[in-house]
């Protein structure tokens, strides 16, 4: 869906030269023979791949990661056939033809996926590109040392890409599962033939060189996520969002607010209904916990109130006074007064969540001034 400025009721920027210099940060912050690559699955976070995969391969990042096989089929469109593409969830039965074609080059997460895999090898005979992943302590995907020890009839079919895991607690630095992971990661691979290793995304690149290994492969952090929640966030800021005012009103002390009555006014009270709901990504629950901001008065954090509808929400604005505000004023709520990681601890979730729920209502803008 594509919309003007004027018509929509949302504004969505997207700073691309944020992104690659949050590449450049990446980069910087381990060893230059350990290489960069970035995962761009959800359509890099909600932000829109097209647009932000090739700015990182022109910053540079020659190896990708998606999720769905769709996505990897786009990304190859996009960026060309140089690109690594790797699916991280592996391919289900009969999707590996996809694969090939495209020059998907699959996570194996699995016994069956490496079997598969390696049978279709076998048949073509050629060894097949792929990437095993271990399972060190998350639960979630990849072999253990079990499966580890029935895997060498499969190995000769298959050329070993990378070998790889992933932290769960890569976002504590004090959690104990951290060094587990680390250790348990060593000790698999070292089962395997040799082949460079992966472990850290965006959090795992700030717990140290111990994590870093020959690849990282951060996403939050490249989209301006804070990778360190308990310290100042080191990425760039990348998205901002505004939401336009409809209308405004004063109502009087009993007056309640929005679906279920969930707002009742206690004093006069100013509401402003923004054109923004939870059909564009904002969850139904945010009236009493998130704010926006008018950036003109950045000194007045303004409250969702009531349950946000489905193509609107209700802000009380009575801190601003009778401060003329035009149809189609827009308010911040993502943004440098409010940073994504703000609102998401506001909302009780994660800005990840924020961003991948990011609708297709509103208007996008990529800045990008350097290419
Ligand atoms: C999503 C994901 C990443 C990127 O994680 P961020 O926390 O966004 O940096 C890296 N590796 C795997 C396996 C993932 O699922």
């Known amino acids: 869906m594509s919309t003007t400025p004027e018509d929509a009721g949302g504004w969505l920027r997207i700073d691309l030269d944020a992104i690659a210099e949050n590449y450049r940060r990446i980069q910087s912050s381990v060893a230059r023979k350990t290489t960069v690559g970035a995962a761009v699955k959800a359509d890099a976070y909600g932000l829109g791949a097209a647009q932000?995969?090739?700015?990182?391969?022109?910053?540079?990042?020659?190896?990708?990661?998606?999720?769905?096989?769709?996505?990897?089929?786009?990304l190859r469109a996009a960026l060309g056939p140089d690109a690594n593409i790797f699916l991280l969830n592996g391919p289900f039965p009969g999707s590996e033809e996809t694969l090939v074609t495209h020059g998907i080059i699959p996570v194996l997460n699995s016994m069956t996926q490496i079997s598969r895999w390696a049978t279709l090898g076998q048949q073509n005979r050629r060894r097949m590109p792929s990437v095993i992943q271990l399972d060190s302590g998350m639960s979630r995907f990849g072999l253990n040392a079990h499966d580890l020890g029935s895997l060498g009839t499969f190995l000769p079919h298959l050329e070993l890409r990378l070998v790889m895991s992933h932290l769960a607690c890569a976002d504590e630095p004090g959690h104990d599962l951290n060094a587990a992971q680390q250790a348990t990661f060593r000790r698999l691979r070292a089962d395997l033939p040799p082949a460079p290793t992966s472990l850290a995304a965006s959090s795992g690149v700030f717990l140290g060189p111990d994590y870093h290994f020959d690849l990282v492969r951060p996403g939050y952090a490249l989209y301006g996520g804070n990778p360190t929640p308990d310290k100042p966030n080191p990425m760039q800021p990348v998205v901002s969002l505004h939401i336009r005012m409809v209308q405004d009103r004063w109502i009087n002390p009993g007056a309640s607010v929005g679906y279920g009555a969930r707002f009742i006014a206690q004093?006069?009270?100013?509401?402003?209904?923004?054109?923004?709901?939870?059909?564009d990504g904002l969850p139904r629950s945010a009236g009493g916990r998130a704010f926006a901001i008018l950036p003109e008065r950045p000194d007045c954090h303004l409250p969702f109130v009531g349950r946000v509808s489905m193509d609107c929400l209700a802000l009380d604005i009575t801190a601003l006074g009778d401060m003329p505000l035009p149809a189609g004023t827009p308010f911040e709520v993502i943004g440098h007064q409010m940073p994504l990681d703000s609102l998401a601890t506001e909302l009780d979730t994660i800005g990840y969540e924020l961003l991948t729920s990011l609708g297709d209502r509103y208007h996008r803008a990529y800045i990008e001034n350097s290419l």
Do not use: N
């Open 267 to 279: 004093k006069a009270t100013r509401i402003a209904t923004l054109a923004s709901g939870y059909a």
């Open 52 to 74: 932000v995969a090739p700015k990182l391969q022109r910053a540079g990042c020659a190896h990708f990661f998606v999720a769905a096989v769709s996505e990897g089929i786009g």
